[in-house]
């Protein structure tokens, strides 16, 4: 699943677009995430508005119009939204085409775990979505502090603090898993056993392993690829993840692999304090 450096690499990669104007709108008719279609009439409405900005906040895209409204995409589990040639045959599982003179931009997804919106702009935050994201690492900043608050009442493991949408936005299992190691914080600790020290250190490294990821254009386990169908190259930078019975790059203690709440966690059980 993409993260938010993958997230952030397509975004700067569809930076191309930003000015074209959107002269047509596509799309499948097929419910995507919880069997939500694109909004077709609020999308169709946005023909003749040009394409003025692209952000983001966590894993949602935001593309600004220069209409009052925004389309907000998110890639789910295997979505991609990549620019073509009009003229390029589409691919099986394309779900909205927003067409731009002699290009398009097209969204494609499989397993129709993705999003595409459309929202007011200045009220995104109201969206059902993103209202309940917490900040973005990289674009809005973290207080430590406040996080530190919100650790304080909580019972579960410092993983599942750290992936949890609302106490920061983007970080998933990856990225969870190289904080944790570069903070020198074990995975299953509880949240509320953290310092603020801690939580400070580990905001720290959230913002570093996401812009180390970055640097790389993002992490390709499977089959991310960029807008450009580049695929990252991150993989080959990662401390832990995916390495168990490598030696820590730290101390050199192998790393081990648990599963948490399901999910792979990779941790160093030297240098990674309980
Ligand atoms: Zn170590």
Not at 40 to 50: E, N, S, T
Not at 52 to 59: D, N, V
Not at 108 to 117: E, L, N, S, Y
């Amino acid at each position: 699943m993409p993260e938010l450096p993958e997230v952030e690499t397509v975004r700067r990669t569809l930076e191309p677009v930003i000015g074209a104007t959107i002269t047509s709108v596509w799309d499948s008719g097929l419910g995507l995430h919880m069997n939500r279609k694109p909004p077709r009439r609020k999308l169709r409405a946005l023909v003749g508005a040009k394409i003025a900005a692209l952000r983001r906040i966590g894993k949602y895209l935001i593309v600004d119009t220069t209409a009052p409204q925004s389309i907000v995409a998110h890639l789910g589990m295997s979505g991609r939204l990549r620019i073509h040639d009009a003229r390029d045959p589409r691919a099986p599982h394309t779900h909205a085409v927003f067409g731009l003179g002699a290009r398009e931009l097209r969204f494609v997804d499989p397993r129709r775990f993705g999003q595409i919106d459309v929202v007011t702009r200045g009220a995104e935050r109201v969206h059902p979505s993103l209202a309940i994201l917490g900040p973005d690492p990289l674009t809005e900043g973290i207080d430590a502090a406040a996080v530190s608050r919100l650790a304080r009442r909580r019972k579960s493991s410092l993983k599942a603090f750290v992936l949890d949408q609302g106490v920061i936005a983007g970080v998933g299992n990856i990225y969870a898993s190289e904080a944790l190691w570069r903070a020198k914080l074990r995975p299953s600790k509880r949240a509320n056993r953290t310092t603020v020290a801690q939580i400070s250190s580990l905001v720290a490294s959230i913002r570093e392993v996401l812009e180390r990821a970055l640097v790389h254009n993002g992490t390709s386990l499977r089959d991310f690829v960029d807008a450009d169908g580049e695929s990252g190259d991150n993989a080959e930078y990662l401390w832990v993840y995916g390495r168990r019975g490598e030696p820590c790059c730290r101390c050199k203690a192998k790393i081990k692999r648990s599963v948490l709440q399901g999910r792979a966690t990779y941790y160093c059980p030297t240098c990674q304090t309980p």
